[in-house]
């Protein structure tokens, strides 16, 4: 990925229609771009910054592309994370994308609104059940832990649906520390542009979800098809096991599970806001085994280190 003065930009392979031969990596997200131009998506809505607006609104021209501005569409200051940004809408027809802000008006992926972004019904549902239910609960409950409660195949996680870096809809704007983490996670890790890095946009059912696998496989061939360099990067990045902790804290690492087991040889980026001393206890070590009430940290097959309570879960993404 090479920076210009606009941000990231993604070199395509294969031009785009209009012979669009580079997008930015966010506003909108690759990911979103592919959904709406497959189908897959009807809508994919993004909050622009005013400096970026002419190259969105330039880039959905030559696309033959619909944008709606959604605020003034709806003559009023809707909610958004942040108001110096306008909240656009696209899509291929002006009409649904006029339904789309109406919906939006309700604000939840429950209903229309998730079946106009093109959400999977199943993980529409899932998504308001979590979103109603953890929204009674301080802090609210991760979602990522529920996924993969609901995901009857363990091993082996499509890495398509892999959501880890994707903090969007799974964030608490009410909390500070919500807040604060999610912003010292963005700060440690500025050259990899995290809010890009998923193939689906939205938080799947469960990893094994048939229909998002299906949309998430349409999506990830067009993807390689115009840029198969930043695919594979892509893959490379999200088709690895992790450590999980909790929303902030996991280690993504080059290695391999069997069972609760996790072979490694590297922990990779991102950083996360796992402490030091355990950064520390990773490196040293090749692998970790988990249990129900204490987790294991090996090294050459002897135990290094165990740590009791809770053990993280094994994300197996491949
Ligand atoms: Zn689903």
């Known amino acids: 990925m090479k920076k210009n003065e606009s941000g990231r930009a993604i070199r395509l392979e294969r031009p785009l229609e209009g012979g669009v031969r580079s997008i930015s990596v966010n506003d909108p997200t690759f990911s979103d771009l592919a959904g709406v131009l497959t189908g897959m998506k009807p809508v994919t809505y993004t909050d622009c910054a005013p400096h970026r607006l002419a190259y969105l609104t330039g880039l959905c021209r030559k696309l033959k592309l619909e944008t709606l501005f959604v605020e003034e569409f709806l003559g009023r200051q809707a909610p958004h994370f942040n108001n110096d940004k306008k909240m656009i ?46 929204a009674l609960r301080d802090p609210r409950p991760e979602i990522i832990t529920r996924i993969l409660l609901n995901t009857k195949k363990r091993p082996a996680l499509d890495f398509r649906l892999n959501n880890l870096w994707n903090y969007f809809s799974r964030m608490d704007f009410n909390d ?98 796992l402490s030091e001393k355990m950064y520390k206890l990773l490196a040293c070590c090749d692998s970790v085994k988990t249990g129900k009430e204490r987790t294991g940290f090996y090294r050459a097959g002897k135990a290094v280190f165990t740590a009791p309570g809770p053990a993280p879960e094994i994300l197996d993404f491949r």
């Open 176 to 273: 500070p520390k919500d807040c604060s983490s999610y912003r010292k996670m963005l700060d440690m890790n500025r050259e990899m542009d995290l809010p890009s890095l998923h193939v689906i946009s939205w938080h799947p059912c469960s990893y094994d979800c048939a229909r998002s696998r299906e949309k998430a496989g349409v999506m990830f061939s067009f993807m390689r098809h115009h840029a198969p360099g930043y695919a594979a990067a892509l893959e490379n990045m999200l088709a690895r096991p992790a450590l999980f902790w909790d929303k902030f804290r996991y280690a993504v690492l080059e290695g391999s599970v069997s069972g609760n087991r996790l072979e490694y040889a590297a922990v990779l980026p991102p950083k996360t806001l």
């Open 89 to 134: 809408f696209i899509g291929r027809e002006r009409a649904i994308l006029e339904k789309a802000a109406k919906a939006w008006l309700h604000c939840s992926t429950d209903g229309e609104w998730g079946r106009l972004l093109g959400y999977p019904d199943c993980c529409a549902r899932a998504f308001a059940d979590w979103y109603n239910e953890s």
